[in-house]
């Protein structure tokens, strides 16, 4: 008889962050215990990682933007005396220290394209790919700020679906230099023969394109995984296309479960008829959690955050998210939808639903609007199973609050419940970032687009991490 409950699905795990004081909890770094002002020494950040690996978290998440949030109050006075991103440093810039005090986890790294080079960066990320021994991921954005544009000399932004033409072709040049340009048995490091590499094995790149163009041979020789993980959050129908045909990981909002699985449904069948397993596809949702030994406790200490936390600040990057700015509007009043260039999933809220300043400082009493999660382990644990379990997601962004205190919590009281429920992994896989999420070896499959920009001789040699691993 054949078994019809099939394993329990277990939960991936990413924390979630950006190289700034404020990144989703806004107002938070004024809490006494909070250590976000130190973003820029790297000690912060390495024993953040050595935190992460210890609690078995699959990645280090990092945000990123390029521009600031203006939009609120039509200047950035509030941005800055709440660090609402800013300052903010690049993101890569961490992750080599961060691979060398840990072995297993991840980084998925924010880098918008549009104000990209594709070759610096393909060059950049490969090198990091080699550095990390296949544990680099790219979250694929394209920007929503009318402040960046003016920052690199341009008067605003592209129009929405124009953003995800140029990424089309920024990612398809980006397929050919990291799995066109080099076949995977070029590097021969013959001291005998002095061969390093076989020159027969390494092909010029020829690409005329809309956006971009370029000749030449990659610089970088194949890494363990070639391509990175690739990451993206696009929600729009132009975004769900571009993301559901090149993503591996998907990040979603939503605090309702049916709306989440409505979204998770979609994604899944769009996958599918874009000829991709739609399993390959991991989904995730952020959310922010406070907890502690017992219910109360966690309670307890939620109201000690929310002592700290900005509401008003949340409203500011909330602004610049929707590109309106919510300071002409009274706190009963109802905001008009307004058609933007900013993120079209957040701003279509509007058009679904009434929703106040009031409502929107509610949702953000720790200053971030993620769906907020309170209690002991227990509680937590068995809130986040529930809503895998209901909507078919695969993880979570796990949002800090207080700095580092949060992911210590999180570590001391949600890690053992999930794992006591079987529900989280007691140990790291071998492999690589992308082996670890996906369990299919270390490259992308052939029912990627990626497989017609391989070189011929390379598909039918990629590297696979042995089976016996994951059995």
């Known amino acids: 008889m054949s078994n019809l409950n099939p394993t329990p699905k277990k939960i991936l795990l990413n924390a979630f962050d950006m190289n700034c004081v404020g990144h989703i909890n806004h107002g938070l770094w004024t809490h006494p215990r909070d250590e976000s002002h130190r973003f820029n020494e790297l000690s912060y950040w390495t024993d953040l990682a050595k935190t992460l690996e210890d609690g078995l978290f699959d990645g280090l998440f990092i945000a990123d933007i390029t521009g600031v949030y203006d939009v609120y109050q039509n200047n950035i006075d509030l941005t800055l005396k709440e660090s609402i991103q800013l300052p903010s440093h690049d993101p890569s810039t961490l992750v080599s220290a961060m691979a060398a005090v840990t072995q297993n986890l991840g980084f998925g790294i924010t880098v918008n394209l549009s104000y990209e080079s594709p070759y610096q960066f393909a060059r950049r990320f490969a090198s990091l790919d080699h550095l990390t021994q296949g544990r680099i991921g790219w979250n694929i954005v394209t920007g929503y700020l009318d402040s960046a544009q003016r920052l690199i000399g341009q008067s605003g932004l592209k129009d929405h679906d124009l953003r995800y033409i140029q990424a089309e072709e920024f990612l398809t040049l980006c397929y050919k230099f990291w799995e066109g340009s080099w076949e995977n048995d070029a590097i021969l490091k013959d001291k005998k023969n002095r061969i390093f590499t076989d020159p027969t094995k390494v092909h010029q790149v020829q690409h005329n394109g809309q956006f971009y163009q370029s000749q030449g041979v990659f610089q970088v020789s194949p890494s363990v995984q070639r391509t990175p993980v690739l990451f993206q959050a696009g929600a729009s129908p132009r975004g769900l296309a571009f993301a559901t045909g090149h993503a591996e990981g998907i990040f979603i909002g939503g605090d309702q479960p049916e709306k989440i699985k409505k979204q998770v449904d979609q994604i899944r069948q769009l996958a599918k008829e874009q000829g991709r397993n739609p399993d390959d596809i991991k989904i995730f949702v952020g959310i922010t959690v406070v907890t502690d030994a017992t219910d109360k406790l966690a309670q307890e200490k939620l109201a000690e955050y929310q002592r700290y936390a900005s509401p008003e600040a949340g409203l500011a990057h909330y602004s610049s998210s929707v590109g309106i700015d ?141 089976q016996t691993e994951s059995a």
């Open 326 to 466: 919510l300071a002409k509007f009274a706190d009963d009043e109802a905001i008009p939808y307004q058609k933007t260039n900013s993120i079209a999933s957040v701003n279509n809220k509007f058009k679904e639903q009434k929703i106040t300043r009031n409502d929107l400082k509610a949702q953000h009493s720790l200053g971030g609007r993620y769906p907020l999660i309170v209690g002991s382990g227990t509680t937590v644990a068995e809130k986040l199973i529930q809503l895998i379990d209901e909507t078919g997601i695969d993880g979570f962004n796990l949002t800090r609050t207080v700095a580092p205190e949060s992911h210590h919590d999180f570590i001391r009281f949600v890690i053992p419940e999930l794992q006591q429920r079987g529900r989280f992994k007691t140990q790291y896989e071998h492999g690589s970032l992308r082996h670890k999420l996906i369990n299919h070896g270390d490259r992308l499959p052939k029912n990627h687009p990626v497989e017609q920009f391989r070189c011929p001789s390379s598909t039918g040699l990629l590297r696979q991490t042995v």
